[in-house]
């Protein structure tokens, strides 16, 4: 698709038992984003990959987040031993490269029961 | 430590009116400024963006301003339509790839 894809667009889990969302970025995109929204909040910044370079990590709130990317092609983010408190919308977006505006995904609502 | 602030959480404004949208930042470092647009079960959607160099962007029917001394910056839609009813965020950047995002204003266009 033309679009960055995010799988699944929803997600109800039992707390303690780990998750994996899944991001396709748009083609030739190099920089991808981790975003986290919780409800009535702002977007919060989570990780930031750029081509082959060392992440940043530097919003991920606990060790329970790690995400990964293979190259400049899918990316996921996996949070272990859910909480409560990690029930929010999780939103993936990607660019040409890191100064350029994001083309976002549409989100995993995840909820944990 | 909320570096961009959006104070209004919601805004109604007439068709055909002027809609204005108020962003504040708090780091002086910033140099690169987005709007979002974002409807709901949507991903936001890029607006318009501003440099550091400028302090006025146009595009069509949206106008970003950017007052540096302030740290203030404001997107103007003018005429606001039904269709603009959504929630706007702005982000703000100082380094690649790490964007400060507000907490978003609601929009709501009434007939």
């Known amino acids: 698709g033309a679009g960055v894809s995010q799988s699944p667009s929803n997600k109800v889990t039992e707390k303690g038992k780990d998750v994996e969302l899944r991001c396709d970025p748009i083609?030739?995109?190099?920089?991808l984003y981790w975003y986290r929204q919780r409800l009535g909040q702002g977007l919060e910044f989570l990780i930031y990959f750029q081509g082959n370079s060392a992440p940043d990590k530097s919003g991920l709130p606990s060790d329970r987040f790690s995400a990964e990317r293979t190259g400049e092609s899918v990316s996921t983010l996996t949070i272990q031993r859910t909480q409560q408190e990690d029930s929010a919308v999780y939103l993936c977006?990607?660019?040409?490269?890191?100064?350029?505006?994001?083309?976002f995904g549409d989100g995993t609502r995840l909820s944990i029961l | 430590d909320q570096q961009v602030k959006q104070n209004s959480p919601s805004l109604s404004v007439q068709e055909g009116r002027i809609s204005i949208l108020n962003c504040d930042y708090t780091n002086s470092m910033f140099d690169y400024f987005l709007w979002y647009k974002k409807y709901p079960a949507e991903g936001p959607t890029f607006l318009i963006s501003?440099?550091?160099?400028?302090d006025k962007n146009e595009d069509g029917r949206f106008t970003v301003f950017l007052n540096k001394s302030a740290k203030h910056l404001s997107l103007h839609i003018v005429p606001s339509q039904p269709g603009d009813s959504a929630v706007y965020f702005c982000a703000a950047s100082s380094s690649w790839g790490k964007f400060q995002f507000g907490a978003g204003t609601q929009v709501v266009v009434t007939p």
């Open positions: 501003i440099s550091s160099i400028k």
């Open positions: 083609s030739g995109h190099t920089a």
């Open positions: 977006a990607s660019s040409l490269a890191g100064d350029q505006p994001q083309h």
